[in-house]
Each structure stands twice: as structure tokens, then as C-alpha cells.
């Protein structure tokens, strides 16, 4: 059974640093990209950044660039986000989300890691 | 970018009743090569992820209860229920995977009337 287990998320301050985790397993992992998707409270989802399954090749959002880092490490299955310069805007559920391709639909979800960014 | 424009915003079935939900994108999402268009929906319920439903714009995802279908090609889709039940209300999003960054449309809130 495919399972995606996302932590690390919490309250920080503006300007402050988290880093995100992804666990999966029921699969193998290094054959995967991987995706960030956010949906800030009460609002729709937005793509935060993807990497493809060797980590060769990394996709963001182009607001993101700079204050977002994605990485994996393929040894332990997991998939990261290092979030910083936190705005009050960055506030949002963080999902990751599996892709059976390289840009693709998003065929399974993790529950997600809540963000809230406030003094 | 590639914008997702969903319509309606909202609506109210009947139980047993049909609910359609459009989704135009502002560039077509058909990549000749194979001749797929890059289109999926999802389904969100109440503090849930969201679901995967239908993906190359009309493929249904494994175990989706077949009144759950996808139709159209190039800009304009649909996500059909043919027949709703109490467990289907949720938010309904399309997605685009054409081009980086992937967008998804504003989502479509169904609920019974």
C-alpha cells in the first residue's frame, strides 16, 4: 500500500526557517517524482515544487525560486522542503503527492503537514 | 502560466440527479505527439487530501466508481456525476500537467440539494 507521511510543519515567525518531510513507502521511491502542493486556509491547491526520482531535475513555481528548496534522499524514501524566509502568506497545508510520471497527475497524496507563519 | 478557469464556483444536485463541472484552460492541453490531453480532476472532501479521479481528461483512476467521467479535448472539459450520492459532495478541481508549472482550476464546490 502506497503511504506518503508528511512532518516537520508548525508555528514559525515571519522571516523564520522549517524544513519539511515526506516518508513513503509501499513502493519504490527512487522510481517516482515527487511533488509539494499547498492549499492555504479555505482556498484551492497551488504547486509548490517537483523533483524527478534520481533528483536530476528540480521544477518550481517561479515565486518560489530562492525561497523554497526541494531535495530527496533516496536511501531513507524520503522527500524534503526547506522553507525559508517565511511570509505570513506561506501559511497553508504542505501535501506531498506522488507523480507515475515527470510532471504528471498526482496519483496519491499524503495527508499533509500544517504551516503557520505568525508573529 | 496556464490558467484554470473552473465554472460554476458552486452548485446543489439532487440526490440521483446529474452534476456537471466545467474546466477551460487558457492554452490547449492536447500534446500532439501522442495525442493526450493533459488533464486531471480531482475530488477534495473536508479535511482530506485530495483524490485523484480522472487523469489524460477522461481515463477514470483505479477503484473511481464508473458514474465518475471525464470528456473534452484542447481547452474545454468536463467532470461529469451521473448520479449523485450523499458521498460524492466535496470540492472537484481540474489540473493541467501540459507545462510547468502545473496549475489546478479554483475549484467547484458540490453539495445536495
Known amino acids: 500500500e502506497v503511504q506518503l507521511l508528511e512532518s516537520g510543519g508548525g508555528l514559525v515567525q515571519p522571516g523564520g526557517s522549517l524544513k519539511l518531510s515526506c516518508a513513503a513507502s509501499g513502493f519504490t521511491f527512487s522510481s517516482y517524482t515527487m511533488h509539494w502542493v499547498r492549499q492555504a486556509p479555505g482556498q484551492g491547491l497551488e504547486w509548490v515544487s517537483g523533483i524527478t526520482g534520481s533528483g536530476g531535475t528540480i521544477y518550481y513555481r517561479d515565486s518560489m525560486k530562492g525561497h523554497f528548496t526541494i531535495s530527496r534522499d533516496n536511501s531513507k524514501n524520503t522527500l524534503y522542503l526547506q522553507m525559508n524566509s517565511l511570509r505570513v502568506e506561506d501559511t497553508a497545508i504542505y501535501y506531498c503527492?506522488?507523480?507515475?510520471?515527470?510532471?504528471?497527475?498526482?496519483?496519491?497524496w499524503g495527508q499533509g503537514t500544517p504551516v503557520t507563519v505568525s508573529s | 502560466d496556464i490558467v484554470m478557469t473552473q465554472s460554476p464556483d458552486s452548485l446543489a444536485v439532487s440526490l440521483g440527479e446529474r452534476a456537471t463541472i466545467n474546466c477551460k484552460s487558457s492554452q490547449s492541453l492536447l500534446y500532439s505527439s501522442n495525442n493526450k490531453d493533459y488533464l486531471a480532476w480531482y475530488q477534495q472532501k473536508p479535511g482530506r487530501p485530495p483524490k485523484l479521479l480522472i487523469y489524460w481528461a477522461s481515463t477514470r483512476e483505479s477503484g473511481v466508481p464508473d458514474r465518475f467521467s471525464g470528456s473534452g479535448s484542447v481547452t474545454d472539459f468536463t467532470l461529469t456525476i451521473s448520479s449523485l450520492q450523499a458521498e460524492d459532495v466535496a470540492v472537484y478541481y481540474c489540473q493541467q500537467y501540459y507545462r510547468s508549472p502545473l496549475t489546478f482550476g479554483g475549484g467547484t464546490k458540490v453539495e445536495i440539494k
Open positions: 503527492a506522488r507523480d507515475p510520471g515527470e510532471l504528471y497527475h498526482l496519483d496519491y
